[in-house]
């Protein structure tokens, strides 16, 4: 509990005066992966009943909800953020699913998980069909600081939130690790 709360207060040195997070603590300019990921911390925080400070995380919340990203991993992850607080923008995700051929595997489960997240499991299910395990080795110092690992670990967290059953996860644990 310490070292979470201790986590969530830092993130505060963080955000910016419009909600998002900047990449080092006290700068204006918000890094757009940045938001998305200590929003993320932030959310599952709240849901794990750890005190997440209101100003921090409604903040964060309105940035997120008129925010618009720039690349798609960074839509895609913003738009599972938002399904994952209770807060889904559904056309934003609507949106995203016309571009699918344009989205590598992970960025397929995860808004594949959005979907399911909102409660709309036949979208969900449609968009598992065209996405696969597969996972090209590649290593980003900026941008979303992406990687294979990375992105496997994207694609475990949405089959957990898709509920999978245990010997599908079991299986596709194999494939994707």
Do not use: C
């Not at 709360?5 to 300019?29: E, H, K, M």
């Not at 798609?72 to 559904?90: E, T, W």
């Not at 080795?137 to 898709?162: C, H, P, W």
């Amino acid at each position: 509990t310490k070292n979470i709360d201790a986590g969530i207060a830092r993130l505060a040195l963080f955000q910016t005066r419009s909600g998002g997070f900047s990449y080092w603590p006290g700068q204006n300019r918000v890094s757009h992966w940045g938001t998305n990921y200590a929003g993320h911390f932030l959310v599952i925080a709240k849901k794990k009943g750890y005190y997440v400070p209101d100003y921090l995380y409604s903040k964060w919340l309105d940035y997120q909800m008129s925010a618009r990203h720039q690349g798609l991993s960074n839509q895609v992850y913003r738009a599972y953020l938002l399904a994952l607080s209770g807060n889904p923008d559904i056309s934003a995700m609507n949106a995203l699913r016309y571009n699918l051929s344009k989205m590598r595997n992970q960025e397929k489960w995860m808004l594949a998980a959005a979907y399911k997240l909102t409660g709309m499991s036949d979208q969900a299910n449609k968009i598992k069909l065209k996405a696969t395990f597969s996972i090209k080795k590649y290593f980003e110092t900026g941008g979303t600081y992406g990687s294979a690992l990375r992105d496997k670990a994207i694609i475990l967290n949405s089959l957990v939130d898709l509920n999978e059953e245990a010997d599908v996860l079991e299986q596709q644990l194999n494939t994707v690790i």
